[in-house]
């Protein structure tokens, strides 16, 4: 049975809990709180009942730590005597929500439809008022005094019990085992009692003890208002309302009571928080591992021509724990250049791209011996937003669904190029009629949820035109569109290129989509960069083993339905996992121990194409990629 | 801000806006209905006769056949049900037992004392919470001063879990007793008005700003919060521009239960400070079995409940159409 599982862990997961510094204090308060109910009354009831005529109206003093009220009794030994009437009556109230809460709770789950559905609303309608209008509601009903007030506080909290439950039960009851009981034939009492109640216990239980504290608050604040407890009997409320208008005179013999319902009310919250921990419904606090110094790794600067718009090297991101999801690229791009960077997810290629854009996602680091764009240091002169134009995966989510589009460009202007609001706004509106989308006034006035997500896409890159970009970021630009969308904002990438002259760095999973758009490729794994080369060289002139796989695991046009497609055997190494050889070893079927021991950097190989491989494959030696991988897992062995 | 303007016709999403509408006032009418029901039949559910219980045991048999009649008890239950229907529907609420003059009236001159505690303090806990809240979450995001946040989620947490006449009684222990710079009570020039507006913001303005502070820190997570990022703006637009106008529609549907007890609230507060308002007048009604008095003052509070809790969903709906519409 899962209940069972759950009520011997979770008792382990008290017992833990209990011991921490909260579950310390909560038990020690909830102690003291019963001590006070059980003896306070035992001890000090002669004490506070006792009329003395020559003390009246005192206020505080040695014999009388809170003064005396209009008999003379004293009010310190008054608010501890009052404890044991407010707990019990406190309890009896929560007893009653939590029973009747239960009973409309699980009744949708158990009765007939139509009944259930007629309960779920008559509940779903009683949350909607605001829980002391209904307390009110009910006290008149019941009239003043302790029992109607126990009633009425009891009821008043069943509402939200039961909606609380009934969500639960809802869930529950769609379960296979429950399902599976009632094709048993096993009945309703039975049902509830054996799966529904053990699973919702715990929930419910938690609920109970936080609402214990509001049901003490609104006990003490019927009583205050003259309509719960009546004299003679007294708990904490009736004691604030006899003293409140004693303020002016005595203030702590006001104070006392009220603190006493608000300390109270925390234990009852301490208590639930331990019982929230136990029960795992408390995140633990995620512990930071302190960041490990990265060692230096060396990698000569590519041998890139002067005249690059993007020239970085040794550029690393780092996260806390030592892991190293870029680990120490370089890489330039020319002036109008349009250069793929693909790999496998997990590769640090959209970090690479994030880099750039100095947009590395907290906490993660970024470090690079240079960082150099259109001659400037990146670092200290940001030219993104105007220079450097970015586009994200996902263009349902990238863009602001409370603004207007036309305002989400228009600030880019105004922010970056000092134009005023309506000469910001016509460019707006211009720069979306250049991305083809239709009728762009209008469409600028509309907000992002009634674009569809290709004109979406159209709209962020839009966006990156409000400046003169020389450099337009793309991670994944297509990734989330529909096939056919996807053509079109690739035309409209390659046209925006055209046009402006602008370098693109596009970062894609997709070879079939890098291969259309691009002259370079760049290929990543393991965080780093490990082989470059011409668009052109791509099937067939590939070197690295890697890039080679990657080009057999495409379906192309030609490839015949009926062949399997090539896989690449095992997985790609987890940021912190690297190792001191070259990071695809473990899956390379040409791996030697050179490989396992050392990482090959990367190296000049053909005209315009670098390779960081120890054994790279050249057109004589070439194995079929598909062969080539379907060793694989025999080379890792 | 975000700007409050409905689609144009002939857009796509307004077939989802019907959908919307109508469900929302359809929930509001049921609700409305059974707060007059349960109004109704609150006089039915009180155990014994009612008007003997308000005139004490000891009244006159023709004084209370005469009040049974004026109060239209004797009727058959279902005209009595269409008459109290009716008589609403014209603003009548029929007259107090103990004051001899018409609900209405003893509604309309206690009203604006209520208001004039609700609507500050409603204004206030908005300017309080919120740029508490995003302050916080903005000194605190990506786990940085675990000690800050331990700090703000301690004060907002204690001061959201004390009671609200509770607080009251001690702003009046520290502002009018101790430091007397306050009145202690009742209605009078403008220094009367801060104690309870204070009381009345505080506890709401706590737990509003620590959702707030979620919320924010849920924003500032989004993909358009990089996006804002990317066009290098300037942090107070990315806080202001991008991120408010976001957490401000979610911050307000989580809150909007928090405005409705807002209302109920002002009942403690104002007999705390003995304010001449509804709350006072209920409670009053209750201990003197002033019947029609108690259902007037209900019905007052519930629709005004109802009506709050609408005013938000549409509010926020019209803010964020894309979540709202689509979800509920």
Redesign the interface.
């Known amino acids: 049975m899962p209940h069972q599982d759950q009520d011997t862990s979770l008792r382990h997961r008290l017992g833990r809990t209990l011991r921490t510094p909260i579950g310390v204090t909560a038990l020690t308060a909830c102690l003291l709180v019963v001590l006070v109910a059980v003896f306070g009354p035992v001890l000090l009831g002669d004490q506070a009942a006792r009329i003395d005529t020559d003390a009246i109206n005192r206020g505080s003093s040695a014999a009388h730590l809170l003064g005396t009220d209009q008999l003379g009794r004293d009010i310190a030994a008054r608010v501890v005597v009052a404890t044991r009437l407010t707990l019990r009556l406190t309890l009896l109230a929560a007893v009653i929500g939590v029973g009747g809460g239960l009973l409309l709770g699980v009744a949708p789950a158990v009765v007939g439809r139509r009944l259930g559905r007629l309960i779920t609303?008559t509940v779903g309608?009683l949350v909607?008022?605001?829980?002391?209008?209904f307390l009110?509601?009910l006290?008149?009903?019941f009239?003043?005094g302790s029992t109607g007030a126990v009633f009425a506080v009891g009821l008043a909290m069943v509402p939200p019990m039961a909606r609380l439950v009934q969500n639960l039960t809802a869930s529950i009851a769609g379960s296979d085992y429950v399902a599976a009981a009632r094709i048993l034939g096993v009945g309703r009492f039975k049902l509830v009692v054996r799966h529904l109640l053990p699973n919702i216990a715990e929930p419910s239980v938690l609920f109970a003890t936080q609402a214990a504290?509001g049901i003490l608050?609104a006990f003490?604040?019927l009583s205050?208002?003259?309509?719960g407890v009546q004299p003679p009997e007294y708990d904490w409320g009736r004691l604030?309302n006899e003293q409140?208008n004693r303020?002016?005179v005595n203030?702590v013999a006001?104070?006392a009571p009220?603190a006493a319902?608000?300390l109270t009310?925390?234990m009852f919250?301490l208590v639930g928080e331990v019982l929230a921990q136990a029960g795992g419904r408390r995140a633990p606090q995620?512990r930071?591992a302190t960041p490990q110094q990265v060692k230096p790794q060396d990698e000569t600067a590519p041998d890139g021509d002067g005249g690059a718009l993007v020239r970085a090297r040794d550029l690393r991101v780092t996260f806390p724990g030592g892991r190293r999801a870029v680990r120490g690229i370089s890489l330039s791009i020319g002036v109008g250049e349009a250069v793929g960077l693909v790999g496998e997810s997990g590769s640090g290629k959209s970090l690479t791209a994030l880099a750039l854009?100095d947009?590395v996602?907290?906490?993660g680091r970024v470090c690079a011996g240079t960082l150099r764009f259109d001659g400037h240091d990146l670092r200290a002169d940001?030219r993104?937003?105007?220079e450097l134009?970015?586009v994200?995966q996902?263009p349902m989510?990238?863009?602001?669904?409370?603004?207007?589009v036309g305002r989400?460009l228009a600030?880019?202007a105004e922010?970056?190029l000092g134009a005023t609001r309506a000469q910001a706004t016509a460019r707006a509106v211009d720069r979306l009629g250049a991305v083809r989308i239709p009728l762009p006034e209008?469409r600028a006035r509309?907000?992002?949820?009634?674009y569809s997500g290709g004109m979406r896409q159209r709209a962020?890159i839009a966006?990156g035109l409000m400046g003169e970009p020389k450099l337009i970021v793309a991670d994944e630009p297509t990734t989330a569109l529909d096939v056919a969308v996807q053509q079109q904002v690739l035309d409209l990438l390659a046209e925006v290129r055209a046009d402006s002259g602008a370098a693109l760095l596009l970062i894609s999973h997709d070879l079939a989509v890098v291969a259309q758009v691009c002259e370079r490729v760049l290929v990543m794994y393991g965080g780093l960069i490990v082989e470059d080369l011409p668009v052109a060289q791509l099937v067939g002139g590939a070197a690295h083993p890697y890039t080679r796989a990657l080009v057999g695991a495409v379906p192309t046009m030609a490839t015949d339905p009926g062949t399997e497609l090539a896989t690449i055997p095992g997985r790609p190494p987890e940021p912190g996992e690297a190792g001191a050889g070259c990071p695809f070893a473990p899956r390379c079927e040409r791996a030697r121990k050179r490989c396992h021991d050392d990482a090959p950097e990367l190296a000049g190989f053909g005209p315009g194409q670098r390779v960081a491989c120890w054994y790279p494959v050249d057109a004589e030696t070439a194995v079929a990629p598909a062969q080539a991988a379907s060793h694989g897992a025999e080379a890792t062995s | 801000m975000a700007t409050l303007t409905l689609n144009s016709p002939g857009t796509t999403a307004r077939s989802p806006w019907a959908g919307f509408a109508l469900r929302r006032t359809w929930r509001l009418v049921v609700s409305l209905a059974a707060l007059v029901t349960a109004a109704f039949a609150m006089i039915h559910l009180i155990p014994g006769d009612p008007v003997r219980t308000a005139l004490g045991t000891t009244a006159d048999p023709a004084l209370i056949a005469a009040r049974r009649h004026s109060l239209g008890l004797d009727q058959p239950l279902l005209k009595q049900y269409g008459d109290f229907v009716g008589h609403l529907l014209h603003g009548r609420l029929g007259d107090s037992i103990g004051a001899q003059m018409p609900v209405s009236e003893i509604i309309s001159s206690r009203l604006p004392a209520t208001l004039q505690i609700a609507v500050p303090a409603f204004v206030l806990i908005l300017l309080l919470a919120i740029p508490v809240g995003m302050t916080a979450a903005v000194l605190t995001k990506d786990g940085r001063r675990r000690r800050g946040e331990l700090a703000f989620t301690g004060v907002t947490g204690f001061l959201g879990a004390v009671p609200e006449f509770l607080l009251a009684v001690g702003l009046i222990a520290a502002f009018a007793v101790a430091w007397p710079v306050f009145p202690v009570a009742s209605r009078g020039g403008m220094d009367s008005y801060v104690l309870p507006v204070l009381a009345l913001t505080v506890v709401p303005a706590a737990t509003l700003s620590r959702i707030v502070r979620v919320e924010t820190l849920r924003v500032l997570g989004e993909d358009y919060m990089r996006t804002a990022r990317a066009k290098r703006l300037p942090a107070r637009l990315r806080y202001l521009r991008h991120a408010l106008p976001n957490l401000l529609t979610s911050s307000l549907t989580l809150g909007g239960l928090l405005f409705s007890s807002l209302l109920a609230g002002t009942v403690l507060v104002e007999n705390v400070f003995a304010w001449p308002g509804l709350g006072t007048t209920i409670v009053q009604a209750i201990t003197e079995k002033d019947y029609p008095l108690v259902q007037g003052v209900v019905l007052v509070y519930g629709a005004a409940a109802l009506l709050i809790t609408f005013a938000v969903d549409v509010a926020v709906a019209v803010a964020d159409p894309q979540s709202t519409v689509r979800g509920s």
């Open positions: 609303a309608v909607a008022f605001p829980g002391l209008l009110l509601f006290a008149t009903i009239g003043v504290g608050v003490s604040g205050f208002l003259g309509l604030l409140l303020i002016y203030p006001a104070l009220g319902v608000v009310g925390l919250g995620a930071e854009a947009l996602p907290h906490p940001p993104l937003g105007t134009a970015m994200f996902d989510a990238s863009l602001n669904p409370a603004l207007r989400q600030e880019v922010v970056h209008r509309q907000r992002p949820h009634e962020v966006m």
